[in-house]
């Protein structure tokens, strides 16, 4: 390098310093008299055309006076140069060197933001006017325009969960922006004002370097970089970039029609850095400053994930002076609804919420609030999992049809679906929910057993078809319930907390247990099936006690009848340490019923079941049904199993769940009115009771409407709808948790004052 400078700039005595660089060699130059930035590439056309293309920006912005980097000519008046440096051709550039501090060193006023959006703003209103040829042509990687073509970098990113959150904002990103790109303004932007470019003096930008990233793109690219950037480093949300885009908008105005446009476009960003830095560390992973700022990054996407779309652009158009958009009359909507929808089809909170959307473990409702969901179990693997959606979406514009027809992935999703289970349990059958399973499972344990009669626990709850109410003592014991059968029996729910056996603890699985051998007794030899739930939820998240149904199974197959384990909420890896909630009390049943969480809210259900059960149900008349086992379904089922295993879920539902439940047992050891905490992984239950271990109703009221005012969702079962519930999406992690017991531990210090 010295060489070439001392032939080609005339310049024999100085000092040299290489400097950081993601694409290319930068260089520190000291000489006596001055100090200048060296810039070296790769020779080709491409580098060559866009080394001139800058350099006629520079000159450009030079011309009107801007706080930009000057290029310095050669001596033989050229700005760029092809040269031979230890035997490779590349291109030279020569630079003034700017005095301030990186952005990225300092922590300034929040004033400065203000004034490097008028900044920005001002550089564009100058580069709106130069004309570049060759810019319109460029298309590089990190132009916002052209965010696809970071697509192939996705794969790049090791960790399956952070692979499919960007997959989800590629998503978004391009549903949102790709009806609209038409109506953007386009300009030479200089387009990566980040903190390494941005120098400060004295609360102000005397400096902004690197026009590496010059493009001819979105006028809107340039402030929703120096946006996202001016906060993916802070713990202030956006509050930082509000202030970039006031001070922009102060001197170039922002458009109403690009203000939707903000918010994807800052994702955008931070979606193209995490993929670039991926892909650098796959094939340089010695270049750490290609992927420095990486952390930053996912921190940002996650604060933009929970952030509402519409909230955010409510927060833009305040700041620029625009109309908020008008939030819908929760009123009106209801009314609506009640004049179509029956009225018990009932909703949940006393404040009804209006939802408009949801990723993973978020809801968001239409006015822009963001909801923690810690209470949905249907969106297993999280709401609108990019790799559910795309599996359906692929199968549907492929082939949807019946299991009258051949077609792989319904063999696929069965083979994959079995593994899951005992050997013994190798025959499936689909349907299209939780509740067909229940009805269908029923009818098979009679074919098979040749007899009706059929055993339940109280407050157990197997589905909304008749049958399915028939054997759900939830709903027929209700005061408007049917009333229990004649072939229905029931026995008393093995609450270890509450029960009439509570003084043995989880012990008292052997005295339940002897009960129910009683009650078989007397049934005599018509007993078809057995049903249980291996934690009852309805009931209010009990977990069956320790032995109970060791004991209790042997019993019912020696009365000819068959056990029947409901999974519909428990199965899934949800419980952390099992698989399915059987596992966990040492069980292998005939029948298992699940549903619920297998489509991730795509409605599948299917019951799986013995060899010999399957060849008796077979005798009988054909089964059919039109949904069940659909290729779409099956699609979606396999994709949620392969989530489940890629991003080590049930893994997660453990170790969250563990750490959920300790940190809810410190609050029970605080609070007098949390009587029990249980339940398993991310399946857990709450009671709340008031004197004399009474349950309290009226309170666990009080708190689910309160978390839910705090935009977190929780929910009440039990007996005596006393019982908090939380069953979360497993991408729940312990930040989350942490919300959700802060909440609550809030809300019952400030209720302790009163």
Request: charge should be neutral; include cysteine.
């Amino acid at each position: 390098m010295k060489k070439e400078l001392k032939t080609h700039a005339g310049i024999d005595s100085f000092k040299i310093k290489k400097l950081n660089g993601y694409e290319n060699e930068n260089y520190l130059v000291k000489t006596a008299k001055t100090t200048l930035i060296a810039k070296t590439y790769s020779y080709s056309r491409k580098n060559m055309q866009e080394s001139l293309s800058e350099t006629e920006t520079l000159l450009f912005l030079q011309k009107n006076k801007h706080k930009t980097p000057r290029p310095i000519c050669f001596l033989d008046g050229s700005y760029v140069k092809k040269v031979q440096i230890e035997g490779e051709e590349k291109v030279l550039r020569l630079l003034s060197y700017l005095e301030g501090d990186f952005l990225g060193d300092i922590t300034p006023k929040k004033t400065f933001y203000i004034d490097l959006g008028v900044f920005l703003a001002n550089i564009n209103k100058s580069l709106i006017n130069i004309e570049n040829t060759s810019l319109l042509l460029k298309e590089h990687e990190w132009d916002l325009q052209y965010l696809n073509l970071n697509k192939k970098y996705i794969s790049d990113i090791q960790n399956p969960h952070k692979r499919n959150l960007v997959t989800y904002f590629f998503y978004k990103i391009n549903e949102n922006l790709s009806p609209v790109k038409e109506t953007l303004r386009k300009s030479v932007i200089h387009g990566d004002a980040n903190e390494w470019n941005v120098l400060v003096a004295e609360d102000k930008v005397c400096g902004l370097i690197d026009f590496g990233d010059l493009s001819y793109s979105y006028l809107l690219n340039e402030v929703s970089t120096a946006m996202v950037y001016s906060c993916y480093d802070k713990d202030n949300g956006i509050q930082n970039a509000l202030l970039v885009l006031k001070g922009y908008h102060s001197v170039f105005p922002i458009l109403e029609n690009e203000i939707p446009c903000l918010y994807y476009l800052m994702a955008a960003k931070m979606c193209i850095s995490v993929c670039k830095a991926a892909n650098s560390r796959k094939i340089d992973p010695a270049n750490s400053y290609a992927f420095s700022s990486e952390i930053n990054a996912w921190n940002m996407l996650d604060t933009l994930l929970c952030l509402s779309p519409l909230k955010a652009e409510n927060q833009f158009r305040k700041e620029l002076g625009h109309p908020q958009i008008p939030p819908p009359l929760l009123g009106s909507i209801v009314k609506k609804r009640e004049r179509f929808i029956g009225l018990n089809l009932s909703l949940s909170y006393n404040n009804p919420i209006y939802m408009a959307s949801a990723a993973f473990q978020y809801m968001f409702d239409v006015y822009g609030n963001t909801f923690l969901d810690a209470y949905n179990n249907i969106p297993h693997v999280g709401h609108c999992h990019p790799e559910v959606v795309n599996a359906g979406v692929k199968q549907m514009n492929t082939l949807n049809t019946n299991t009258r027809y051949l077609y792989d992935n319904l063999t696929e999703y069965a083979d994959k679906l079995l593994s899951k289970f005992p050997d013994s349990l190798s025959k499936v059958y689909f349907v299209n929910s939780g509740s067909a399973a229940s009805d269908l499972a029923i009818r098979m344990a009679r074919a098979h057993t040749k007899k009706d009669n059929l055993l339940v626990i109280e407050n157990g709850y197997h589905g909304n078809t008749q049958l399915g109410i028939d054997i759900s003592d939830y709903k027929f014991n209700n005061k408007k319930g049917q009333g229990q059968k004649e072939d229905i029996f029931k026995v008393d729910m093995p609450d270890s907390y509450r029960g009439k056996y509570s003084e043995y603890g989880s012990d008292s699985g052997k005295k339940y247990a002897k009960d129910v051998i009683s009650k078989i007794d007397k049934i005599k030899y018509s007993l078809a099936a057995f049903i249980a739930e291996p934690i009852i939820g309805c009931g209010g998240q009990v977990v069956l006690p320790k032995e109970y149904l060791k004991i209790i199974y042997p019993e019912i197959r020696c009365q000819g009848g068959v056990c029947i384990s409901d999974e519909v909420q428990t199965g899934f890896g949800r419980l952390g340490n099992w698989f399915w909630g059987f596992e966990m009390h040492e069980v292998c049943p005939d029948i298992v019923i699940i549903g619920k969480p297998m489509g991730n809210g795509h409605p599948i259900g299917a019951v799986v079941c013995t060899e010999e059960i399957s060849a008796s149900f077979s005798k009988g008349v054909e089964f059919f049904s039109s949904f069940g086992g659909n290729p779409v379904s099956c699609a979606i089922g396999l994709a949620v199993l392969e989530v489940i295993e890629k991003e080590n879920l049930q893994q997660n539902a453990k170790m969250v769940g563990d750490y959920y439940k300790e940190r809810l047992n410190h609050l029970k050891n605080k609070f007098e009115c949390i009587g029990d905490v249980r339940g398993e992984g991310l399946f857990l239950g709450i009671e709340i009771i008031g004197k004399e271990k009474s349950p309290d109703t009226v309170l666990a009221q009080e708190i689910k409407n309160a978390l839910r005012d705090k935009n977190i969702l929780i929910s009440t079962d039990g007996p005596f709808d006393n019982v908090i519930k939380t069953k979360p999406p497993l991408v729940f992690n312990k930040e989350n948790v942490d919300l959700v017991v802060l909440a609550l531990e809030y809300f019952l210090s400030q209720r302790m004052t009163k």
